[in-house]
């Protein structure tokens, strides 16, 4: 088959849902200040969801899985590849996709993890992509999941009260007709610094801080022109305009880097998909979940044109336009 295309989708929301308010008497119990009122005016969360402490990113991605395998009306055994993005994997090694898969009940398809932060879920895809267009899998599951509440420092508020747990999955399919339309993928590691975890795993102990920094405004500057880019890029590459666009999907960081990327791509904002505010940051989850809301919603439609988003740690970023 000449190319892959989207036949399922599935999200998975740990139960435990944190709102701004719950956030705030947390952290006033740390002596830090925040409010519902600034973090909605300045990231338009509202909510986020925690997963309990012995809950793994393989745990919440299996379950993402066995929805959208079954929404594309499949059975596990006849997945052939999985690839799983993440940054909150459940062991230095083995992959979280090895794990997930013995979770799944099934064995022997190629499996591994792509690491690549808030991008990691358009990188997943365009690697899936790519091995189906060359005959190397037929029926790929592409997860992203992310148990970031593990990484978080809660006596940082300019930090803690962004990010929250999740996971979204797809199934992409060979097929005759096209679906996945166009890729784009960039890096720049000259930006580690500005988003990063940096503490690893040495000599018996953790070593380094192991939980999240982050400048926000350098991010946020960075984040906005390099999104317009990649979607340019993909336009550029299917032939198509930014009129043709029916939904795009963007990376859910924080409204105000959407509206501002809606804005260059002369997108209405009845046109991007949002659950920023329900699921808070969560990193390579965020576009599978929303995009799968947006399917149960009924918004997105077997046919229509999205343009998926992704931009992060590394600094990464990247877009994949297709037909769903
Ligand atoms: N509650 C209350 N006050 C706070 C909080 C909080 N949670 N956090 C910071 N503040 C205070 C600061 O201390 C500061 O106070 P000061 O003026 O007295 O020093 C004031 O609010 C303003 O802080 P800034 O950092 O200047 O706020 P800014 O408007 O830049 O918003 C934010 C911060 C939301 C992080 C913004 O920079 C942003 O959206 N950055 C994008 C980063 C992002 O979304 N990253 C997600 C991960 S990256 C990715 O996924 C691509």
């Not at 599935?10 to 008497?25: C, E, F, I, K, M």
């Not at 393989?58 to 590849?81: M, N, T, V």
């Amino acid at each position: 088959s000449a190319f892959s295309r989207i036949t399922g989708t599935g999200s998975y929301l740990p139960p435990r849902r944190v709102t701004n308010a719950d956030l705030a008497a947390e952290l006033a119990t740390r002596g830090l200040e925040t409010s519902d009122e600034w973090i909605v005016e300045r990231t338009g969360i509202r909510a986020r969801h925690f997963a309990a402490p012995d809950v793994c990113s393989s745990d919440l991605g299996a379950e993402a899985a066995r929805r959208a395998i079954d929404a594309a009306g499949l059975q596990p055994q006849d997945i052939d590849l999985i690839i799983v993005a993440t940054s909150t994997p459940d062991m230095v090694f083995p992959s979280t996709a090895a794990i997930l898969q013995h979770k799944l009940g099934i064995a022997g398809c190629p499996v591994f993890d792509v690491q690549a932060v808030c991008s990691g879920f358009v990188y997943a895809l365009t690697v899936a992509d790519a091995m189906i267009r060359t005959g190397t899998a037929h029926k790929a599951l592409v997860i992203g999941a992310e148990v970031f509440s593990r990484i978080l420092d809660f006596n940082d508020r300019t930090t803690c009260v962004l990010f929250g747990d999740g996971a979204g999955a797809v199934v992409l399919e060979a097929s005759d007709t096209p679906g996945i339309l166009a890729t784009d993928l960039h890096a720049d590691g000259k930006h580690v610094g500005i988003l990063c975890v940096p503490g690893t795993v040495s000599g018996g102990q953790v070593l380094g801080d192991p939980t999240l920094k982050m400048d926000g405004q350098a991010v946020f500057k960075l984040a906005v022109g390099v999104l317009e880019d990649a979607a340019r890029a993909t336009l550029a590459k299917a032939g198509l305009q930014d009129t043709d666009i029916d939904w795009l999907i963007p990376h859910q960081a924080n409204i105000r880097i959407m509206t501002s990327t809606a804005r260059k791509l002369k997108l209405p904002m009845d046109k991007v998909v949002v659950t920023v505010d329900q699921h808070g940051n969560t990193s390579a989850a965020s576009i599978p979940l929303a995009l799968d809301h947006a399917v149960r919603a009924g918004q997105v439609q077997k046919g229509q044109k999205l343009m998926l988003e992704g931009v992060g740690g590394g600094f990464t970023w990247g877009a994949v336009l297709l037909t769903f």
